[in-house]
């Protein structure tokens, strides 16, 4: 079956430091890949997405994903976290024989706490 | 630009009863996709509508529910007799086309006491 697997319910970083929530997928064929992020009380928000070409996505609030085919894996970073980057960010993933592009595949969202 | 509104925020119906979940998308965007979020699930999605078109409903239950997006007004997403595996997070999302990003609204919590 395919699936998403976010392997960190929750991922605690200090202020300054760099962060990375781990994604991993399972799926057939060559994926669409994406993130988002849900702040409180807020809607879920796009951050980024691969498609195809550089393995290394930039995306929105400097944050950027590497693709890596080997390990199946697409996970987020950030090289200097913000307590305002604390959120619930879900890993999703689209694949190549979805039909639509909205029949993501989503990972369970992984909890980040930036600490001050 | 207000984003995508859903409403309301928090419904709570008794088992049997008929709950309705709205959705207005962002202006100009004539794409709505639904997805429920369960319990220790990740999002499933569930329905794909144009204006007065279900594009796909591949993700929606056969029984009790259905969705609609009229020419006029907000998506919504009916659920009839209502059971308490309904129990779910609800979002609604939409685009003004069918490959670009997706807006997504708050999301509605619906309790089945």
């Known amino acids: 079956a395919q699936s998403v697997a976010q392997p960190e319910d929750q991922v605690n970083v200090a202020e300054g430091n760099p962060l990375t929530v781990k994604c991993t997928y399972s799926?057939?064929?060559?994926?669409?890949l994406f993130w988002y992020v849900q702040y409180p009380n807020r809607g879920l928000q796009f951050l980024l997405k691969y498609i195809t070409g550089d393995n290394l996505v930039k995306g929105s609030y400097g944050f950027e994903a590497e693709f890596n085919k080997s390990q199946t894996s697409f996970h987020l970073k950030k090289p200097s976290a913000l307590v305002s980057d604390s959120a619930l960010y879900f890993c999703a993933v689209r694949p190549f024989n979805a039909g639509n592009n909205r029949k993501l595949i989503w990972g369970l969202g992984t909890s980040l706490a930036v600490n001050p | 630009n207000a984003g995508v509104m859903q409403n309301p925020r928090h419904l709570v119906r008794r088992r049997g009863q008929e709950a309705r979940l709205r959705c207005s998308p962002m202006?100009?965007?004539?794409?709505v996709y639904w997805y429920r979020q369960l319990p220790e699930e990740g999002l499933k999605f569930m329905v794909y509508?144009?204006?007065?078109?279900?594009?796909?409903e591949s993700g929606m239950p056969k029984e009790r529910f259905s969705a609609e997006f009229p020419k006029e007004g907000p998506s919504i997403l009916r659920i009839q007799q209502v059971v308490r595996g309904d129990s779910a997070a609800y979002f609604c999302a939409s685009s003004p086309g069918g490959s670009t990003e997706a807006f997504f609204g708050q999301g509605t919590r619906l309790t089945v006491v």
């Open positions: 202006k100009g965007h004539s794409h």
């Open positions: 509508l144009q204006k007065e078109n279900i594009i796909d």
């Open positions: 799926v057939s064929g060559n994926p669409y």
